[in-house]
């Protein structure tokens, strides 16, 4: 991918996550970061488009990211520290409710809720898992349709039934999972965030965050990374 291609992907992944809507060649060349023309752009965007970055929902729309779009994205720009905002909340959290499993993992999942704005799920040792945000996602356009609704209720199956399917996933932060890549269940259009940190203890303790598969994903990842080093590693 050239530097030009690499700064057009970034440009209609970010806007796509924050609008939904597919970007144009116009569009893009008003952006006050591009010298080019929307000739330029539009041809670079065809190359995208062929080599699988980008997609569009009918011959005249604008481009939107594909799941190997928004996985470039993931892997090589999302910014790799925790939100402090997180980092202090969850603190908080854990300083006043570490009485019992369930209430504390409730309470975790209520705070990354609040924080992220979509569904979060909490699962503490052998606790079965807490979840709280689902409202926020029910208002969102994407989870209108029946079948992903389905989809979502066996993914929450798997994360209650049996979190420790996600145990270990990696030593250097949050797992993303991007629409169909999800190991544990078949889903589409939607996508997770995902952290497994080893305690102290040994025990297991999960977080995800759940939603479309235009989330934030730096901000969700993010706000994990803080659960991690604030509460994970901390939790005996």
């Known amino acids: 991918m050239t530097p030009r291609q690499a700064s057009i992907l970034r440009a209609v992944v970010r806007e796509y996550i924050r609008t939904g809507e597919p970007l144009g060649s116009v569009q893009l060349a008003e ?27 009918h011959p005249s729309a604008g481009r939107m990211p594909t799941t190997s779009g928004y996985r470039y994205y993931v892997d090589h720009w999302m910014e790799r520290t925790p939100n402090r905002t997180a980092s202090a909340q969850l603190r908080r959290v854990a300083e006043r409710d570490r009485i019992a499993d369930t209430r504390f993992a409730r309470a975790l999942a209520h705070a990354l809720a609040h924080l992220s704005g979509t569904l979060a799920v909490v699962a503490l040792r052998e606790t079965a898992a807490q979840e709280a945000g689902l409202g926020y996602l029910l208002r969102m356009r994407e989870f209108a349709e029946p079948r992903v609704g389905d989809d979502l209720e066996r993914l929450l199956d798997v994360i209650v039934d049996a979190p420790a399917v996600f145990d270990g996933l990696s030593d250097e932060g949050p797992v993303v999972f991007i629409d169909g890549e999800n190991p544990a269940v078949e889903s589409e259009r939607m996508s997770m965030v995902v952290t497994s940190p080893r305690c102290r203890s040994g025990h297991t303790v999960v977080a995800a965050l759940i939603g479309p598969v235009r989330m934030p994903y730096n901000r969700y990842w993010r706000i994990l990374r803080a659960f991690e080093q604030t509460v994970g590693h901390s939790f005996v």
């Open 31 to 57: 952006r006050e970061e591009f010298p080019w023309s929307s000739a330029t752009i539009r041809a670079e965007c065809t190359d995208l488009e062929e080599e699988g970055f980008l997609s569009r929902p």
